[in-house]
């Protein structure tokens, strides 16, 4: 297609090199090469259609390769809406940028964009307020428990307790934001648990007692959401989490810092803040602290108060006064507008004039670049949260006498903007992130993150420290009298969001935060780091150790060092890095490989391909070029021209490491030229059979055995030993005989890659065939040296363990990359240091340099985890979103699957299929058998490595439900069970998710099943211990079906079962109404021949009174199932009376319908319903009177509706089109059974009355 090879007179240079050379012509065919132009073309067009029009060749558009985009006319964009605009993109943009921004700074850009007067910086604003400053107690310590909890599950153990205690913050800050806006208060910082919240209003009194109001809400409610945390096991650490409140007015000085470098920061001080805080440290926990200016505001509230003690003023020093009251309640509440604040400034930004984009472009500098990267990109801001290793930086601005800066001197502003502005250019160059930036009693501290995402680097650590060193040198530069404290801890954090949809903060949770924050408290006016950074920094400056310390939240003493400011020494350490095309430094290697071929083809020739095995072990660390070794190996194999030599391959996969014979599945469906799939169909049967006739002919034997490692559905006849051990030799048998036949004619090579990963039953095969077969040779791949046993019936074997490259192969190896013929000489001299000579890292570290903007040495990385994050952290949002589903699906990920994960971010297929093959172009995704995957698993892992455990838990969820329901893939047992069973754990037993807990059992039976099958009782007793313990975490519970026994019904497709329960209800229904008809007919017949009878018999009737004159009533009374709904009240008669001639006919069709309902329930494992059933058929068969048989049938209608919401709430959201039209219109979203149970109490009846019409 000469137009898409045409695009590459538009690329930049180092783009065209890459297109002729590297992964672009090699890798895509024209219809990738197409979709991959044509999303560059539609990022060009969405900059500037006049760029596309004038760079883009004209043949590009007459032969059809990329057409400009259709011109739309006035009318047909009026009636789009106008929904791609530019005004709307700037409005929806500006809404999301305000979402991180305090309502105060958002008016101010409103009145700056109407006024048309930019606001200087530093911005200094005097304004009456109130204050009110909420902190969680206890934070610390319940910080150090979750360490410990989660201190024995692994590597993610540091992410765990960093999500556990983001989970808390988050809930509680939710919580109060939402309490804030009703009141109307203005978030206006964040602080690790606390929070500053500013009350405005037309006068100081209403303001205060709005923020009194506030307070007192918070505490109750806060507090009511911490119990209910604890009591669902969030929180089960016996650590009292509760808030305390102060709460000061007066005059409060709003300051706009920074404004360049496209940065600036909003905070508040004055005598309100010092007043806010002096009662935040008198509050005790739940206890709300107010001053007595805020009491005298609060007066006409009737505040009840109690004045704090003076020996507890005393206790704490520096306070402005020494009258304070704890505030209990209010018995006159303030009065709140009707319309929110918040939704009021909203409401006034839209109306704003925001075509030039202005406010945009201001609200921007208070949000950091992660996030702005997101919204640029047509991204959630959610999707910035990752789970990362960060260095936390705390800084404190003091003066000359170490205290803080007195902010009502006219300097004091000016002093701190030329600080904030040297701050910012520092960490501009070292890629540093102001997240949090307060002034109170203490001081002006900055919080600075090393490693949000799209600005990480493995040396984080290292810069953290020299950033530090050089903003001291720099401040005291610049003005001898500022003193500056720095504290600097390393560990897991969540880099995520904070706060609700009404205000939020993007931000790092985690033990180094506090750990950082309570370093920068005992430094004095040094740097203190702690064990972490000191290790990841060594080398890079020299440190000296002080004595340990104890800090506020922690039981033991902290490692504290300090760097030496005054000596400076940087050494570069390992960089890791990844080879793929290059086999040099293995000279030796390659000849061991050549003379092993050569041996074996001789011997074949010799012995008439009757000679013994020989096999060839290639085995090494993760980087070690093990698959480039293997392919120039199987290079050398074409070139063997005296004799044509087979070669079979099959690379193994870690999540089918348990799947029987799972790499014998390949290889010998390539011999037999056959296709292999999970599920067998009748052709591949037939072509499987007619393989295996012109292979063996009449010593072909259609064994049952030979399913297991072939696409065949031979049936278990009689006579053939079914006992595991006779099968698994009758398998091993067979294929002995098929691999001695193919070797009769040609050698035969047989590859395993990755068999680290091999399956039990794949390695014994694996040993008898080296002992039974004649003229092949196994060439195998490792990470680790393969056992001796495995060759022992090896004729000859040659081990190959790779071993890292010397200096001058790797500094080759680097120009190579690099594509020069020279290199720098600085970065020829870190080469050895930060490579150790594994190709892995050569390759990335070349990589490294060569995307570097300017090639700095500072930005590479140092191990193989940074080498492979600093790649994938400049993808932009989009990429990395499908990138992270890549890594966590594994293999053979298609479109479909991502699209079905994320609907919301990819609803154009052809932009989603731009995303793969741009993934693909950069070398990090390859395309296999039928879809995609990433093509080095240390990339898998460090991708998988920057989600959440909540994260990864959604999208195990999100792609088993996927696979389980699409017929068309092709996945394992085992595999289902992977995914299920990892969507079912949470990080305690009691957040286990039963629905996906029984999913897991039951494809964990299946895959037990089918290694008993092969006879691998190994992994049978894995299997069913994975299962067992699954079993013990589910809760006694009383739903209305087992999902695990209804799963079995449809061989685990549960897009059949949700067909299936669909099918149930509605003739459940149905046999319902016939029920009621024949109960019905019975009560008519009754009152036409109680009409007919004796006088004897009427005055019997007269007798029983007026329950007589109405069999069937459809009144309220403690015999219905719900308020409104029927009632089923058949009068009482005397059966004796009446013909069994006429008894018979309704009776039967009751026990029928009845009897139905009980085999179906039965079958699906809806146990009530079928015992409610089954009471109704022994009723008729007992004679029970039409009146009782009524009340079972109203018991069996209140089971099947609890059945109903049950499959419509937990079984998932696309069962809910197959039950729309049998369910409650307007039922709530109750989940589970309680849920199901509690619309049953509630509504009653008139549920029950919609959802079963017949009644």
Same mark, same amino acid.
């Given at each position: 297609m000469p137009c898409v090879k045409g695009f590459q007179e538009l690329l930049q240079d180092e783009e065209r090199v890459g297109w002729n050379t590297g992964a672009y012509h090699k890798t895509l065919d024209d219809r990738h090469l197409l979709l991959l132009c044509r999303k560059y073309t539609q990022d060009l067009n969405r900059i500037d259609p006049k760029i596309l029009a004038s760079v883009v060749p004209a043949e590009f558009h007459l032969q059809g390769g990329l057409s400009p985009p259709n011109e739309v006319s006035e009318e047909e964009e009026e009636e789009q809406g106008l929904e791609d605009s530019p005004a709307n993109q700037l409005a929806e943009e500006a809404h999301l940028y305000a979402q991180f921004t305090c309502t105060h700074k958002i008016r101010d850009f409103v009145k700056e964009q109407n006024s048309g007067i930019p606001n200087p910086f530093p911005m200094i604003e005097m304004i009456k307020g109130a204050l009110v400053f909420s902190d969680l107690s206890g934070f610390s310590k319940l910080c150090e428990s979750y360490v410990e909890k989660f201190a024995g599950t692994g590597t993610n153990g540091q992410s765990k307790a960093a999500e556990k205690l983001n989970l808390v913050v988050n809930s509680v800050f939710a919580l109060q934001i939402a309490l804030v806006d009703e009141h109307h208060g203005d978030v206006v910082n964040f602080a690790g648990d606390a929070m500053f919240v500013l009350f405005e209003a037309e006068d100081l009194a209403t303001a205060a007692q709005r923020a009194a109001a506030c307070a007192l809400a918070m505490l109750r409610e806060t507090q009511k959401r911490l119990k209910d945390l604890e009591a669902r096991g969030v929180d089960a650490l016996e650590t009292q989490q509760f808030i305390h409140i102060g709460i000061g007015s007066g005059d409060i000085r709003c300051m706009t810092f920074g404004g360049e470098f496209d940065k600036a920061e909003f905070v508040v001080a004055g005598p309100a803040l010092t007043e806010a805080?002096?009662?935040?440290?008198?509050?005790?926990?739940?206890?709300?602290?107010?001053?007595?200016?805020?009491?005298?505001?609060?007066?006409?509230?009737?505040?009840?108060?109690?004045?704090?003690?003076?020996?507890?003023?005393?206790? %704490?020093?520096?306070?402005?006064?020494?009258?304070?009251?704890?505030? +209990?309640?209010?018995?006159?509440?303030?009065?709140?507008?009707?319309?929110?604040?918040?939704?009021?400034?909203?409401?006034?930004?839209?109306?704003?004039?925001?075509?030039?984009?202005?406010?945009?472009?201001? /609200?921007?500098? @208070?949000?950091?670049?992660?996030?702005?990267?997101?919204?640029?990109?047509?991204?959630?801001?959610?999707?910035?949260?990752?789970?990362?290793?960060?260095?936390?930086?705390?800084?404190?601005?003091?003066?000359?006498?170490?205290?803080? @800066?007195?902010?009502?001197?006219?300097?004091?502003? $000016?002093?701190?903007?030329?600080?904030? !502005?040297?701050?910012?250019?520092?960490?501009?160059?070292?890629?540093?992130?102001?997240? =949090?930036?307060?002034?109170?009693?203490?001081?002006?501290?900055?919080?600075?993150?090393?490693?949000?995402?799209?600005?990480?680097? #493995?040396?984080?650590? $290292?810069?953290?420290?020299?950033?530090?060193? #050089?903003?001291?040198?720099?401040?005291?530069? !610049?003005?001898?009298?500022? &003193? +500056?404290?720095?504290?600097?801890?390393?560990?897991?954090?969540?880099?995520?969001?904070?706060?609700?949809?009404?205000?939020?903060?993007?931000?790092? %949770?985690?033990?180094?935060?506090?750990?950082?924050?309570?370093?920068? &408290?005992?430094? *004095?006016?040094?740097?203190?780091?702690?064990?972490?950074?000191?290790?990841?920094?060594?080398?890079?400056?020299?440190?000296?150790?002080?004595?340990?310390?104890? %800090?506020?939240? =922690?039981?033991t003493k902290v490692k504290v060092f300090r760097p030496v400011e005054t000596e400076r020494r940087i050494t570069k350490k390992l960089a890791p890095v990844r080879d793929s095309n290059n086999i040099l430094g293995r000279d030796i290697e390659m000849s061991k490989a050549r003379l092993a071929l050569e041996q074996f083809v001789d011997d074949w020739i010799v012995q008439g391909g009757k000679g013994a095995c020989h096999a060839i072990s290639i085995h090494g660390p993760p980087g070690m070029g093990k698959a480039t070794v293997l392919g120039r190996l199987l290079g050398l194999v074409m070139d063997i021209r005296r004799i044509k030599i087979q070669v079979c391959k099959a690379s193994v996969e870690a999540v089918e490491n348990k799947t029987p014979y799972h790499p014998w599945k390949k290889i010998l469906a390539k011999i037999l030229g056959v296709e292999i799939s999970n599920k067998v169909t009748p052709f591949q049967h037939r072509a499987s059979v007619n393989a295996l006739n012109n292979l063996l002919g009449a010593d072909t034997v259609e064994h049952p055995a030979l399913n297991d490692v072939l696409p065949t559905a031979f049936p278990?006849?009689?006579?053939?030993?079914?006992?595991?051990?006779?099968? =698994?030799?009758?398998?091993?048998?067979? $294929?002995?005989?098929?691999? *001695?036949? %193919? $070797?009769?004619?040609?050698? !035969?090579?047989?590859?395993?890659?990755?068999?680290?990963?091999?399956? *039990?039953?794949?390695?014994?095969?694996?040993?008898?065939?080296?002992? *039974?077969?004649?003229?092949? /040779?196994?060439?195998?791949?490792?990470?680790?040296?393969?056992?001796?046993?495995? @060759?022992?019936?090896?004729?000859?074997?040659?081990? /190959?363990?790779?071993?890292?490259?010397?200096?001058? #192969?790797?500094? #080759?190896?680097?120009?190579?990359?690099?594509?020069?013929?020279? /290199?720098?000489?600085?970065?020829?001299?870190?080469?050895?240091?930060?490579?150790?000579?594994?190709?892995?890292?050569?390759?990335? @570290?070349?990589?490294?340099?060569?995307?570097?903007?300017?090639?700095?040495?500072?930005?590479?990385?140092?191990?193989?985890?940074?080498?492979?994050?600093?790649?994938?952290?400049? !993808?932009?949002?989009?990429?990395?979103?499908?990138?992270?589903?890549?890594?966590?699906?594994?293999?053979d990920v298609r479109a479909s699957l991502i699209a079905d994960v994320v609907p919301a971010q990819f609803a154009d297929q052809d932009d989603l299929q731009a995303e793969l093959e741009y993934l693909v172009s950069l070398d990090i995704l390859i395309r296999d058998r039928t879809g995609y995957c990433i093509k080095h698993e240390m990339v898998q892992e460090v991708v998988t490595g920057f989600l959440t455990f909540a994260q990864k838990r959604f999208l195990h969820g999100r792609i088993a439900a996927y696979l389980a329901s699409d017929s068309a893939s092709e996945v394992s047992h085992a595999t289902l069970a992977h995914h299920f069973e990892l969507a079912a754990k949470g990080m305690s037993e009691a957040e286990i998710d039963v629905p996906q807990c029984k999913r897991a059992i039951w494809f964990l039976k299946l895959a037990a099943e089918d290694s008993m099958k092969v006879g691998d009782n190994d992994d049978v007793e894995k299997y069913l211990a994975r299962c067992e313990a699954l079993m013990v975490m589910l809760p006694v519970s009383s739903d209305p079906f087992d999902l695990e026994t209804a799963l079995t019904l449809t061989d685990g497709n549960e897009a059949l079962l949700r067909e299936v329960l669909g099918t149930f209800i509605t003739n459940s229904q149905e046999s319902i109404r016939k029920v009621v008809l024949a109960l019905q007919a019975a009560a008519l017949q009754w009152q036409s021949d109680s009409a007919g009878s004796s006088p004897m018999m009427s005055a019997d009737n007269s007798r029983r009174g007026s329950r007589c004159q109405t069999p069937l009533s459809t009144d309220t009374d403690s015999s219905s199932f719900g308020e409104g709904g029927l009632v089923m009240r058949v009068q009482e008669w005397n059966a004796r009376t009446i013909e069994d001639r006429k008894l018979k006919g309704w009776r039967e069709t009751v026990r029928f319908e009845a009897r139905s309902i009980a085999s179906a329930a039965s079958t699906l494992g809806a146990v009530q319903v079928s015992e409610k059933a089954i009471a109704i058929e022994n009723g008729c068969l007992d004679g029970l009177p039409a009146d009782g048989l009524g009340k079972e049938v109203t018991a069996l209608a209140k089971e099947l509706h609890i059945l109903l919401t049950f499959v419509k709430n937990d079984f998932g959201a696309h069962y809910r089109e197959v039950v729309e039209d049998a369910s409650a219109p307007g039922e709530p979203s109750s989940s589970g059974v309680a849920g199901a149970q509690e619309v049953g109490a509630r509504k009653g009846a008139t549920a029950e009355e919609a959802s079963w019409g017949a009644l």
């Open positions: 805080k002096d009662c935040g440290e008198l509050a005790q926990c739940g206890e709300a602290i107010i001053s007595q200016s805020v009491l005298d505001l609060c007066r006409v509230c009737k505040p009840v108060t109690a004045q704090v003690s003076a020996k507890l003023v005393a206790s %704490v020093d520096g306070l402005a006064s020494d009258t304070f009251f704890v505030l +209990s309640a209010l018995e006159e509440p303030p009065f709140l507008p009707t319309q929110l604040l918040r939704a009021d400034t909203y409401k006034a930004l839209r109306e704003c004039d925001n075509s030039n984009g202005l406010v945009e472009e201001s /609200m921007r500098r @208070f949000v950091p670049h992660s996030i702005s990267a997101c919204i640029d990109s047509g991204q959630s801001p959610k999707e910035a949260e990752e789970c990362r290793r960060v260095t936390i930086m705390f800084i404190r601005l003091l003066d000359i006498e170490c205290e803080p @800066f007195d902010y009502s001197l006219a300097e004091s502003p $000016v002093t701190v903007q030329k600080c904030i !502005l040297e701050i910012y250019g520092l960490l501009h160059r070292y890629e540093g992130t102001v997240s =949090r930036f307060q002034i109170d009693d203490k001081g002006t501290v900055l919080k600075i993150v090393f490693g949000f995402p799209l600005m990480a680097h #493995e040396d984080d650590p $290292v810069r953290a420290v020299h950033c530090a060193i #050089e903003i001291r040198k720099n401040l005291k530069a !610049l003005t001898p009298s500022i &003193q +500056s404290c720095v504290g600097i801890a390393t560990g897991t954090t969540i880099c995520g969001l904070v706060g609700n949809e009404t205000r939020l903060e993007y931000t790092a %949770v985690g033990s180094a935060v506090i750990l950082a924050a309570r370093l920068m &408290q005992n430094a *004095n006016c040094c740097i203190l780091v702690d064990e972490d950074t000191l290790k990841a920094s060594s080398g890079s400056a020299v440190f000296e150790k002080i004595c340990s310390i104890k %800090v506020k939240g =922690r039981s278990q006849q009689s006579g053939i030993a079914t006992d595991a051990k006779q099968r =698994r030799e009758k398998l091993i048998e067979m $294929v002995t005989a098929i691999l *001695n036949k %193919v $070797v009769e004619k040609d050698p !035969l090579i047989i590859v395993m890659h990755s068999t680290q990963w091999c399956d *039990n039953s794949s390695l014994a095969l694996m040993r008898h065939v080296m002992a *039974n077969c004649t003229g092949l /040779m196994f060439v195998l791949t490792s990470r680790t040296p393969v056992s001796q046993t495995h @060759f022992e019936e090896a004729l000859q074997t040659t081990i /190959m363990e790779l071993e890292p490259l010397q200096e001058t #192969e790797s500094i #080759e190896l680097v120009r190579q990359t690099l594509g020069t013929v020279e /290199m720098d000489r600085a970065i020829e001299e870190v080469v050895m240091d930060r490579t150790q000579g594994v190709p892995l890292y050569c390759v990335e @570290f070349a990589r490294a340099v060569k995307e570097s903007p300017k090639g700095a040495l500072s930005e590479l990385p140092d191990t193989i985890t940074g080498a492979v994050l600093l790649r994938i952290d400049r !993808l932009l949002p989009a990429p990395k979103l499908v990138l992270k589903i890549v890594a966590v699906a594994g293999k």
